[in-house]
C-alpha cells in the first residue's frame, strides 16, 4: 500500500477481524447449540462455549431425526434428507452442465436453421427466476406424475440458460485456430467436442458446477411444492419444519445440529474449490 | 461476435440444442404461458370452472391497498438489503486490499457464507432473536429493551433485513475486492505523491473507477432481495406480523398456495415478470457497455 504506518497495519487487522466475528456468530452460537442439551437452551442465555453433548446430538438428528413428542421433529433420520439433497444437488449441477455443454457448442460451432431463434429461446429463460413461475410450474410436475421424485426435483431446475452463457462465453475465446487444425486432420465434431473442447473446458466446468451445486442444495421452495412424502424432503426444509409455529417447543439441539449438517457440504466445497468458485461467479457476472 | 471457422452440417447441431429446447418448452415457456393466461382468468371459489375477465385481475391488484403495500415493503426491504450489504462488503474489501500479506486468508474466511441456504440464514437467526430463548434478545432484554419480531412490525422488517444482508456480505466483498485488486497502484501512488489523503484518494479515485461494478451489484442485490430471499422470510416471519414482511415473491406464494386465490397470483406473476424484465435488461446494456471497455 501507499504509506506504512503501525497503527494504520493493525486497524486494518481489527476491522478485518470484527468483520469475520461478525459473520462467523450465528454460525458459531448454532454450533454451540448443536452441543448443549435442550434445557441449556431453553433457560436462556445459551453459553458460548460448546457442551459435552456433540456426539448425541448429531448421532441423534442423523439416524432417528430426533426425540419423539417435539411438534416439529420429522422422525425421518436427516441422513435420508441429506442424501436427497446431495442427489438434487448433483443432478441439477450434472444435468445443467450437459444440457448446457452441447447447446452451446452447437451455438458456436454450427450454422443451422432457428439458430438465431433458438439462441433467443433459451436467452429469455435467464430473465425469469424459478420463483415467479411456481404455481404454473408446480402442476405441470404434477401432471406428468413427478410429484415426490427426484426427477420432480431436478429438472425444473434445470430449465435455465446461465451455464449455456458462460460455456457460450468461454468457447468464444478459444481460437479459431484449434477448430480449422481440427477440421484439416478430419476431425469430426463430436471426436473434437470429447477430446478438445471438454478438455480445455476444464476449469470453467469446475467453476459452474460449484455455482450449480449450491444452487441445487440450497433450493427451499421448490422442493417444499414438489414433496409431500416425508421420506423425499430436503435437509433445508426440514430444519425449517422442525421449527412449528409456535417455535419454542422444537427441540433445538436437533434443529442446530440439523442445520450445522445442511451448512456443511456446501461449505466443504465451496472453500475446497475456491479458486474455481471464485472465477466462476466473478466470471458469470451472476 | 460470432465465429469464423465452423462445422458443417445442421443435423447434428439440432440435435444438441434439443434436450435444452425440450426441458426450457416444458419447465418453462409452458408454465410461463400458463402463468399470463391464468392471470387473464377468475376461478370460482370451488374450483370448478373458470371465468375470464381480461385485465380484471390486474386492476383489483393494482387497486388493493394490501397490494400496494406489499410493493412498498419489497421496496424498502430490496433497498436495505441491497445498501447494508454492499456498504459492508466494500469496507471489507477496502481493508483486505491494503493488506500486501494475508488477504487471500481474510477472502477464504469472509466468503463462505456464501454457501448458506437463506432458509438456514434464517433459522439462525430466528433462533438469536427469538423472544424467549434468543440469545441476542436475552441481552436486549437486560439492556432493558424488549424484542419481540412476532408483534412488531419494524422489528421483523429489521430482522429479515438483518439474515438477508448477513448472506449476501460474502458476494458483494467478493466483487469489490476483485475491483479494488484491478485498480492499478501506479494509479493510487500518483494520487498520494499530489498529496490526496487516503480518504480523499479513496473517494475521488477508487469509487469512480468501482462503479461498474457498484452499478452490476446493485442490480443483482436488487434481483437477489426480491426473489432469493423467499427462505429468509417464510422461516422468520412468514411474512408477518400483519403482512408487513410480505414481499412480493411471498406474496405470489401465499396468495396461490396458502390462499389458493389462483387469478390474482397468476396476475402477480405476470407483474413480478415485467419487473424482473426491465432489471435483466438494465443488467445487460451494463455488461454489453463493459464489454466495449
Not at chain 1, 459473520?23 to 436462556?44: E, K, L, M, N, R
Not at chain 1, 406428468?144 to 420432480?152: D, E, P, R, T, V
Request: charged share 10%; glycine share 6%; hydrophobic share 55%.
Amino acid at each position: 500500500m501507499v504509506e506504512k504506518k503501525k497503527t494504520a497495519y493493525w486497524m486494518t487487522h481489527l476491522g478485518l477481524i470484527c468483520g469475520v466475528v461478525l459473520i462467523f456468530f450465528p454460525v458459531w452460537v448454532a454450533f454451540v447449540g448443536s452441543t448443549v442439551s435442550q434445557d441449556d437452551i431453553i433457560y436462556p442465555p445459551l453459553p458460548l462455549l460448546p457442551g459435552p453433548h456433540l456426539i448425541d446430538n448429531y448421532a441423534n438428528a442423523l439416524f432417528r431425526g430426533g426425540p419423539e413428542g417435539y411438534a416439529g421433529a420429522s422422525q425421518v433420520p436427516v441422513i435420508r434428507m441429506l442424501m436427497n439433497s446431495a442427489i438434487m444437488a448433483f443432478g441439477i449441477a450434472i444435468g445443467k452442465i450437459i444440457i448446457s455443454l452441447l447447446s452451446a457448442f452447437a451455438f458456436v460451432y454450427f450454422r443451422f436453421p432457428f439458430r438465431k431463434t433458438a439462441f433467443w429461446l433459451i436467452f429469455i429463460t435467464l430473465m425469469l427466476p424459478v420463483e415467479v413461475r411456481i404455481y404454473p410450474t408446480y402442476e405441470v410436475v404434477a401432471n406428468l406424475g413427478l410429484l415426490n421424485s427426484y426427477a420432480g426435483l431436478i429438472f425444473p431446475l434445470i430449465a435455465s440458460a446461465t451455464a449455456t452463457f458462460l460455456f457460450r462465453q468461454f468457447f468464444m475465446t478459444i481460437p479459431d485456430e484449434m477448430v480449422e487444425a481440427a477440421r484439416m486432420d478430419g476431425c469430426k465434431p463430436m471426436r473434437f467436442f470429447f477430446d478438445i473442447l471438454i478438455p480445455i473446458s476444464k476449469t470453467n466446468l469446475a467453476a459452474i458446477f460449484v455455482i450449480m451445486f449450491l444452487f441445487g442444495w440450497n433450493q427451499f421452495l421448490y422442493p417444499m411444492l414438489l414433496t409431500t412424502d416425508p421420506n423425499m424432503k430436503t435437509i433445508v426444509m426440514a430444519v425449517d419444519s422442525m421449527i412449528p409455529a409456535g417455535d419454542d417447543y422444537a427441540h433445538w439441539p436437533t434443529v442446530f445440529a440439523s442445520a450445522m449438517l445442511a451448512m456443511l457440504p456446501p461449505i466443504i466445497i465451496i472453500i475446497s474449490m475456491q479458486k474455481f468458485f471464485v472465477k466462476g461467479l466473478l466470471e458469470s457476472d451472476k | 461476435m460470432e465465429k469464423r471457422v465452423f462445422f458443417k452440417g445442421w443435423k447434428l447441431p439440432l440435435l444438441l440444442v434439443t434436450p435444452q429446447l425440450i426441458i426450457s418448452a416444458v419447465f418453462f415457456f409452458y408454465p410461463s404461458g400458463q402463468a399470463i393466461w391464468n392471470s387473464l382468468f377468475l376461478p370460482d371459489p370451488f374450483g370448478l370452472k373458470t371465468e375470464f375477465v381480461g385485465l380484471d385481475n390486474f386492476r383489483f391488484l393494482l387497486s388493493d391497498s394490501y397490494y400496494l403495500a406489499s410493493f412498498k415493503t419489497t421496496i424498502i426491504f430490496s433497498v436495505a438489503v441491497t445498501i447494508s450489504s454492499m456498504l459492508i462488503g466494500l469496507y471489507l474489501a477496502a481493508l483486505a486490499d491494503r493488506l500486501i500479506k494475508g488477504s487471500g486468508v481474510y477472502q477464504t474466511l469472509l466468503i463462505w457464507p456464501y454457501a448458506i441456504a437463506p432458509a438456514i440464514a434464517g433459522v439462525l437467526w430466528l433462533f438469536l432473536f427469538n423472544g424467549n430463548i434468543g440469545l441476542v434478545s436475552w441481552y436486549l432484554k437486560g439492556l432493558g429493551y424488549e424484542w419481540n419480531h412476532n408483534l412488531d412490525g419494524d422489528q421483523a422488517m429489521f430482522l429479515v433485513v438483518l439474515a438477508s444482508a448477513w448472506g449476501r456480505i460474502s458476494y458483494n466483498f467478493l466483487f469489490f475486492f476483485a475491483g479494488l485488486q484491478a485498480i492499478p497502484k501506479s494509479i493510487l501512488e500518483a494520487a498520494a505523491i499530489d498529496g490526496a489523503s487516503f480518504w480523499k484518494r479513496f473517494m475521488s479515485v477508487v469509487i469512480p473507477l468501482l462503479s461498474p461494478i457498484t452499478f452490476f451489484l446493485l442490480v443483482v442485490n436488487i434481483v437477489y432481495a426480491f426473489f432469493d430471499t423467499f427462505g429468509v422470510i417464510h422461516t422468520i416471519t412468514s411474512g408477518g406480523p400483519e403482512q408487513s414482511t410480505t414481499i412480493l415473491v411471498y406474496k405470489v406464494f401465499s396468495d396461490g398456495f396458502v390462499s389458493q386465490d389462483l387469478g390474482s397470483s397468476a396476475a402477480q406473476s405476470v407483474i413480478l415478470l415485467i419487473l424482473v424484465g426491465v432489471l435483466t435488461v438494465i443488467q445487460f446494456k451494463y455488461i454489453e457497455r463493459k464489454v466495449h471497455y
